[in-house]
């Protein structure tokens, strides 16, 4: 049984006195509580990633004598040590609390940033990326259990879409902070290297604030009283996905390798993510061969920012009024293909058109958190969970991977394989979310078929041990998918 279901047993209070209209209350103070400190995680960890991008024009490569494709192996190495950390990661959210696991990460990879500063070869670049990767690999699924462990299904995804938004913030604020680093001069410091001591800094306070002051579970929140904290347990059981169980059940590994729901889901990730890997690692490089200079090229590439935070916040309200997660899927893919056609299809004196390319692009990046958040509501069992959030962490990357890669030294400086790949995969995308749409109706006709056949009861003993007994999605039959 999940330890939820132990603390609402031992509580003196049952949680009555904290329903009705004081639930809205008590998800504002939850949200006051895990939300600012998920967003501020979330934001470093893309800018931490991302500070490459704005590096590569304020004379890194130069400065490293970086040659042929080693700025991109940098860039990608990144990403293959994020994809083998998801491994163990899987693992070890299944025993250590996710709260402070993110912790720990937080501070090491805001270490790892400062040393960037260091590096002297590409050897160095390559060490401090690959460490950097290790340990941001953590941030995901960490956000994606916490975050299930406290809202209900219909309040996870304007959830998932505020500190996500994380990513939009880190882009507009990394055009600023390149911008101003650039007109750092000093003779035995560059810019790019004060740049990564100053944010590697501040991302080891956030790991230390984050320690401290955001919880293991709600059972451990000491800004709750009891009767809250219970209230809290007893409306997050309505999601039948369960809180903590530091037991790992390799039947429940076994079932999420048979399971179909997630290849699909892995697919629509590693597709949009390849997206995700062009402009990350790229955007700032692509605007600048457009003709500006390198702090133009870093201040154009803050509108990216305000789409993606526009998209995620208008996609996660959407998704938490009248679920649809698939149509969201398939509908941003529309404007990213759209972008990939203007990337690569005008012609580079068309400055106006090729930057709205790039901005237009960037609405796939909310797909990421919509499919986080469809594993969080629909993939029940906490082994499974926990695997299944870590396997997409990992697509996530397989697509970064892929997509760093298209950019060849041959390719330069109009890239078009690149922006072509953009635009491919948009629409495979689309395609597998409307896959897993269909997929899922079938499955819960045939969980109603199941139900009716059982004809099963409804008192309270036997839904204490549906909601609570660290039941998968396919063994739960009350269990129903949403899509």
């Known amino acids: 049984m999940d330890s939820a279901l132990a603390y609402i047993q031992n509580a003196g209070s049952n949680g009555d006195e904290a329903t009705g209209a004081s639930d809205k209350s008590l998800l504002r103070k939850i949200d006051w509580r895990i939300v600012p400190i998920m967003f501020a995680c979330y934001t470093m960890q893309f800018v931490d990633k991302v500070l490459i991008n704005y590096a590569a024009v304020m004379g890194l490569p130069k400065d490293l004598k970086l040659v042929g494709n080693q700025f991109t192996w940098a860039a990608t190495s990144f990403f293959i040590a994020y994809l083998v950390a998801e491994i163990p990661t899987g693992y070890f959210l299944q025993r250590v609390p996710a ?44 956000l994606t259990i916490i975050t299930s462990m406290w809202y209900t299904k219909k309040e996870q995804p304007a959830r998932f879409g505020f500190w996500y938004c994380g990513l939009g913030l880190g882009q507009i604020v990394g055009g600023i902070i390149s911008y101003g680093f650039q007109h750092v001069k000093n003779a035995s410091l560059e810019g790019w290297r004060v740049m990564f001591i100053v944010l590697g800094l501040v991302t080891v306070l956030i790991g230390v604030w984050t320690f401290f ?36 059940k390799m039947s429940q590994a076994v079932e999420l390798a048979k399971d179909p729901q997630i290849y699909l889901m892995l697919m629509i990730t590693v597709l949009c993510s390849v997206s995700s890997g062009v402009i990350t690692t790229y955007s700032a490089t692509l605007i600048k061969n457009f003709g500006y200079t390198s702090p133009i090229a870093a201040l154009l590439n803050m509108p990216s ?54 901005y237009l692009v960037n609405s796939i990046v909310a797909v990421l958190i919509i499919v986080f958040n469809w594993a969080a509501s629909n993939i029940a069992g906490h082994t499974k969970r926990s695997i299944a959030t870590s396997l997409i962490a990992g697509a996530f990357s397989i697509g970064n991977i892929i ?36 997929y899922y109706s079938y499955q819960n006709s045939l969980k109603e078929k199941c139900s009716q056949e059982l004809n099963e009861q409804t008192d309270d003993t036997v839904s204490e041990e549906f909601k609570w007994g660290n039941m998968t999605d396919r063994e739960n039959t009350r269990f129903r998918y949403v899509y």
């Not at 298209?406 to 409307?434: E, S």
Request: charged residues 15%; proline residues 5%; positive net charge.
């Open 213 to 248: 002051c955001l919880p293991d579970t709600p059972m451990s929140a000491n800004f709750l009283e009891e009767r809250e904290i219970v209230r809290v347990l007893e409306r997050v059981s309505e999601n039948q996905t369960g809180v903590e169980n530091k037991k790992f």
């Open 99 to 142: 709260a402070k696991y993110l912790a720990i990460n937080v501070a090491l990879w805001g270490v790892a940033t400062g040393c960037t500063a260091a590096c002297k070869s590409f050897t160095g670049l390559l060490v401090a990326r690959i460490f950097l990767g290790i340990f941001e690999a953590a941030i995901a699924p960490c």
């Open 305 to 358: 920012g305000i789409i993606s935070i526009g998209v995620t916040i208008l996609s996660g309200i959407a998704v938490g009024m009248s679920s649809n997660r698939w149509l969201w899927i398939a509908g941003l893919a529309v404007p990213g293909a759209l972008g990939g056609a203007l990337m690569s299809f005008l012609p580079n004196s068309n400055k106006g058109g090729l930057l709205a390319g790039i």
């Open 403 to 438: 997509g760093p890669q298209t950019f060849q030294a041959k390719d330069a400086p109009n890239f078009y394989p690149a922006k072509i790949a953009v635009l491919v995969t948009q629409a495979g995308a689309a395609l597998f979310a409307v896959l897993l749409r269909f």
